[in-house]
């Protein structure tokens, strides 16, 4: 018997920035799961469910999230793994199965790839998300910076394939935000201060965790950098307005 498969964004970790239908989701669930890189290890989002769940209700289940390099065999297997894991819960007549993910799910989450394999595997499945807040939006909000104003564009990219996208974005887009950088920091201060845009620019790390850091991004100085960082290069503004069209 099919059922559904809520992927649900649980935002990047202030237990506080969840909203309100998400929490609702997450209860009345039959089972939450949560994606951890080990068994004996806490996730990231079920830090932050265990604030709004019972904790018998919650269930970890090991995605490669450390991996590099496409579809490695590691990846795959996991999401098998996680997708049967799903199937199981229907299986046992759980008619909801709540899978909690940071930020959005519908953003570079590892819901996307479970989502995709669960509906091959359990014909009939409804699949649904509840958006979460984004760590883009966090350090916004952490760091008083506006986003976006008027008529300009947002790129938001992963740096994990290099720099280059990120040099180009700065010249095609007004605000360029940066995900998973760290491997890559210095070559990302370099190309903002090559382009005039390091001194409005921001950085967070653990927004909303233990060890929180926000600060100019013309702060960092060659420290390795956590995975959990993003950086905000917001678009040029002289004027009130002045991006109005
Ligand atoms: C796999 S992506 C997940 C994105 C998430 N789904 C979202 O909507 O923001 C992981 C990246 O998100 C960013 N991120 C997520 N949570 C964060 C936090 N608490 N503090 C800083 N950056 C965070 C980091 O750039 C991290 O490398």
Redesign the pocket.
């Known amino acids: 018997m099919s059922g559904r498969l809520v992927g649900i ?1 649980v935002g ?2 202030d237990p506080e920035l969840v909203t309100v239908k998400a929490v609702r989701r997450l209860r009345e669930a039959d089972v939450v799961l949560v994606p951890v890189l080990a068994l004996d290890e806490p996730g ?1 989002a079920e830090a932050t469910v265990r604030a709004h769940v019972d904790a018998a209700r919650i269930k970890r289940v090991v995605f490669a ?1 450390n991996d590099r390099g496409g579809i490695t065999p590691r990846r795959a297997a996991a999401w098998d793994a996680a997708a049967r894991a799903v199937a199981g819960e229907f299986a046992a007549g759980a008619r909801t199965v709540a899978f909690a ?10 819901f996307t790839y479970l989502a995709q394999t669960v509906r091959e595997l359990v014909p009939g499945v409804e699949i649904e998300t509840v958006p ?8 916004a909000a952490r760091s008083g910076t506006v986003l976006v104003e008027g008529a300009e564009s947002l790129a938001l990219m ?1 740096l994990t394939g290099g720099v280059a996208r990120f040099r180009d974005a700065l010249d095609r887009y007004d605000t360029v935000v ?5 491997g890559v920091a210095e070559e990302v201060l370099a190309a903002l201060r090559e382009t005039g845009r390091l001194d409005d620019a921001v950085y ?6 233990a060890g ?1 850091d926000v600060r100019p991004a013309r702060d960092l100085g060659g420290e390795p950098l ?5 950086l905000i290069a917001p678009g040029r503004r002289t004027t009130r307005g002045g991006k109005l069209t």
Do not use: W
């Open positions: 964004g990047p970790g990231r999230l993910t940071i930020g959005d799910p519908n953003v570079y989450s590892t979460g807040i984004t760590a883009m939006q966090d350090l992963p940066a995900y998973k950088f760290g967070g790390a653990r927004l909303g965790l929180e956590p995975y959990l960082s993003t």
